[in-house]
């Protein structure tokens, strides 16, 4: 009789075993935890990263689409003289610049044909049915400002600290660099075997390397950058001497 009490005694758990397999479990919980906290915090920033590469894809996407119109005038070829493109004058051609508080290049202007009418300015009668100003709105740029990409939207004078600016990115997303390099390639029109020279006629090919960076507001850690150079479609005619390019 006494021995079966001894056995019945003997079964369950005793407290230390308890204990010790309360230990082992809060141990392998802690792991689990950790590894599904890790494992969260990875897929959150590979988001977030995903995000910043998607804005600055799309601002660089909308700065290229325009670039590539710089300098399209609506002249007829054969009838109109491209000479007398009005968007490659000085004071409409596409150039490098910046706003005395940002990076240097960090700013460009450029100027194209938007209503086909061969005139810069979208002309008074087109202004006040698209209920703008009589300010010019052919006259175009981007620029840097306070961590962001702006898109000049008209204004009379026409450089990088006058006229209209509007932000083209999110203010999630702080622009770190933004950066335009012009390269020109001047070909002689009369004979390809001799350089340009100084009196015409001369045709210059313009390219334009747009290189952005960024990094989110919230956790600057996760940045990013990328660069994609922009073939100019519309080549600067000079047919005389009369007519300069800017440098």
Not at 16 to 44: D, F, K, W
Request: charged residues 25%; negative net charge.
């Amino acid at each position: 009789m006494l021995t079966s009490i001894r056995l019945r005694r003997q079964l369950g758990t005793s407290l230390i075993e308890l204990m010790i397999g309360s230990t082992v479990g809060l141990l392998v919980l802690s792991a689990v935890s950790a590894l599904y906290a890790n494992t969260v915090q990875i897929n959150g920033k590979g988001l977030a990263l995903v995000r910043l590469n998607q804005e600055l894809q799309a601002t660089l996407y909308l700065i290229t689409l325009d670039l590539r119109r710089s300098g399209y005038w609506a002249g007829r070829p054969g009838l109109d003289p491209m000479g007398d493109n009005p968007f490659f004058l000085p004071e409409n051609a596409l150039r490098v610049g910046q706003h005395p508080q940002e990076e240097r290049d960090s700013c460009i202007l450029f100027s194209y044909d938007v209503n086909g009418d061969k005139r810069v300015g979208l002309g008074s009668s087109v202004a006040n049915r698209l209920h703008y100003s009589d300010e010019n709105q052919e006259r175009l740029g981007f620029r840097l400002r306070d961590r962001a990409v702006q898109t000049r939207t008209g204004g009379r004078i026409f450089d990088c600290t006058a006229g209209y600016w509007q932000a083209v990115t999110e203010p999630d997303v702080e622009i770190t660099e933004l950066r335009f390099v012009l390269h020109e390639d001047c070909r002689n029109l009369l004979d390809a075997t001799e350089p340009c020279a100084s009196d015409g006629p001369t045709e210059y090919l313009r390219e334009v390397d747009v290189h952005l960076s960024g990094q989110l507001a919230r956790d600057p850690q996760i940045k990013s950058a990328i660069t994609e150079s922009v073939q100019v479609r519309n080549h600067h005619i000079i047919a005389s001497k009369r007519q300069t390019v800017l440098p």
